[in-house]
């Protein structure tokens, strides 16, 4: 059977790019954001920019309620640190 490809839709750019890094597991919206860097710039430079933000594992129960609530993540009030984490990081 044929591997089925999904369409990103127009606004994605980078198609090519865009599938690989679903394949790897990224979210859509992470993997669209990173796939339009990449055919603004290059790909080269969309590797070398930001980063600067530490792992989830180091910031504090409010703050990442604070980033879930930006990001409308819901039942986050009820959920415990590592329940925040696996919520963002599978956004």
């Not at 790019?17 to 919206?29: H, V």
């Not at 992470?30 to 594992?57: F, P, W």
Request: net charge negative.
């Amino acid at each position: 059977m044929a591997e089925k490809k999904r369409d990103p839709g127009p606004s994605v750019k980078d198609k090519e790019l865009y599938e690989e890094l679903r394949d790897e597991g990224n979210s859509k919206e992470k993997s669209a954001r990173i796939a339009n860097a990449a055919a603004n710039t290059s790909r080269e430079e969309v590797g070398r920019k930001g980063g600067e933000s530490g792992s989830y594992d180091d910031w504090t129960v409010d703050e990442l309620r604070d980033r879930a609530a930006e990001l409308e993540i819901e039942g986050r009030s009820g959920m415990n640190k590592d329940e925040l984490i696996d919520a963002l990081r599978n956004h």
